[in-house]
């Protein structure tokens, strides 16, 4: 069974800390997708990047940056340097084939002025 | 370009009543997807589809109906509301079934 795991139900950062958010899943597939999706308080939900389960090399975009490890079935996302924009709720999703993919229960990010 | 459209933005249900969710994308996009988002519990999957004429369960699909008779639109429909459908209803699509996906804006429905 698919499954994606994001422990931090919620984090609070004084802007301009570092924060890394923790998703770790669980697949039985060897070919496999992951994801990241930012909700701002607006409520849309907004795509962030995507991993295929072959490509371990880790990202980086700006600010954030994504760490993937198959060895430990973790894909997590850290924000430098953070900032109140950043205040959301991001999700963290595994997808593996056939169009059906799992979310996580996604964590709260509230970043503080 | 309009992305993902979704009607109606908010919605107030009695029990038992029926009603659709609509969505409609203008990229092309075969596949399309429904999930309903409660608190703590992310996404859920209701239905999808992988092209016109086809669709296909989530993991949450009881009560809820879904057809794709074009490849824009997306309909989904309740048909006997109860207060454990009070959520909020978002719309995708994507170009490809391993891709990312394109979400609406979303409906939030409430049953009373």
């Known amino acids: 069974a698919q499954k994606v795991t994001q422990a931090q139900t919620e984090i609070s950062v004084v802007e301009k800390e570092d924060v890394t958010l923790d998703c770790v899943y669980e697949?039985?597939?060897?070919?496999?997708?992951l994801f990241w999706y930012k909700q701002p308080p607006s409520g849309e939900l907004v795509f962030l990047i995507r991993?295929?389960?072959?490509?371990?090399q880790n990202e980086i975009s700006g600010r954030y940056s994504w760490n993937f490890q198959k060895s430990t079935s973790s894909f997590n996302f850290t924000i430098t340097a953070s900032q109140v924009v950043d205040s959301a709720v991001y999700f963290c999703?595994?997808?593996?084939?056939?169009?059906?993919?799992?979310f996580g229960a996604g964590t709260r990010l509230f970043v503080k002025a | 370009n309009a992305g993902v459209t979704q009607t109606p933005k908010f919605q107030v249900l009695k029990t038992g009543q029926s009603m659709t969710l609509q969505c409609a994308q203008d990229?092309?996009?075969?596949?399309m997807s429904w999930y309903r988002q409660d608190p703590g519990m992310g996404l859920r999957l209701i239905h999808y589809?992988?092209?016109?004429?086809?669709?296909d369960q989530g993991e949450v699909p009881n009560g809820y109906n879904v057809s794709r008779s074009t490849t824009e639109d997306f309909p989904l429909r309740l048909l006997s509301a109860a207060p454990s459908q009070t959520s909020v209803y978002f719309c995708?699509?994507?170009?490809?079934?391993?891709?990312?996906?394109?979400f609406g804006p979303g409906t939030r429905l409430t049953v009373t």
């Open positions: 995708a699509s994507s170009y490809q079934e391993t891709a990312e996906q394109y």
């Open positions: 697949t039985r597939d060897t070919t496999y997708y």
């Open positions: 991993r295929n389960s072959f490509d371990e």
């Open positions: 999703a595994l997808g593996t084939g056939g169009f059906k993919t799992i």
């Open positions: 990229m092309n996009h075969e596949y």
């Open positions: 589809s992988v092209g016109a004429g086809i669709t």
